[in-house]
């Protein structure tokens, strides 16, 4: 086990952030800046202890450094796009429906989504290799899958027993084919270019 201290390339993953956070809004980020604490936001009671999650001021839960586990060796097996197309669409419908059954406050809905578009888009400048964080996944967060739903189908009710700042200390980096003389570059211009299929220009 060792914990790697982020480099603070902040401009670089605040951009990599903000372009993936869209639509871009200047009057919510200034609504972000002026609302460090959500707490009971709007008198929104279901906004109780937002904060408690990832802390105060800490919107998105950006974190700066990891614990990776080493254990046995975990080798990337790709599979065909589809496969994960599929699993990454399955994730994102587990999301809305989330929170459209377990919150019935609407602006909470909506604090709530953007928090994780947010949180999610911290993980580009990991895979850029451009936040100084390994670009794996938390396998105790993970384990928590598993809880999701009872029995008939329905989503679970329980506590989960963790917090935000659980995550990134156990975290398992698969192996990958990353060269350090290369892929920055290569990466770069992969990333501009699905920046361009999103925002309609090309690169
Ligand atoms: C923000 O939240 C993350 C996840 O809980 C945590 O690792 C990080 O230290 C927090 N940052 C600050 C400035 O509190």
């Not at 109780?48 to 450094?65: A, H, K, L, R, T």
């Not at 659980?166 to 350090?180: A, F, H």
Request: with cysteine; aromatic share 10%; hydrophobic share 40%.
């Amino acid at each position: 086990m060792f914990v790697k201290a982020a480099l603070s390339l902040l401009s670089l993953s605040a951009l990599a952030g903000s372009a993936l956070a869209a639509p871009f809004n200047p009057a919510t980020q200034s609504l972000d800046r002026r609302y460090l604490s959500f707490d009971n936001w709007g008198g929104y009671s279901s906004l109780d202890n937002f904060d408690n999650f990832y802390g105060v001021d800490n919107f998105s839960g950006q974190i700066s450094e990891q614990v990776v586990v080493e254990q046995q060796e975990v080798v990337c097996e790709s599979v065909s796009i589809e496969i994960v197309q599929q699993k990454l669409l399955v994730l994102q419908e587990i999301a809305k429906q989330i929170i459209t059954e377990q919150i019935c406050q609407v602006e909470t809905q909506t604090i709530v989504f953007q928090q994780y578009i947010a949180s999610c888009s911290h993980f580009s400048s990991d895979l850029l290799r451009t936040s100084g964080l390994e670009a794996g996944y938390d396998s105790s967060i993970v384990d928590h899958f598993g809880s999701f739903y009872n029995s008939d189908g329905s989503l679970s009710t329980s506590d989960l027993g963790f917090s935000g700042s659980d995550i990134g200390q156990n975290v398992i980096v698969p192996s990958s084919n990353w060269n350090s003389e290369t892929s920055p570059i290569s990466v770069g211009n992969a990333f501009n270019a699905a920046m361009g299929a999103i925002t309609g220009q090309t690169f």
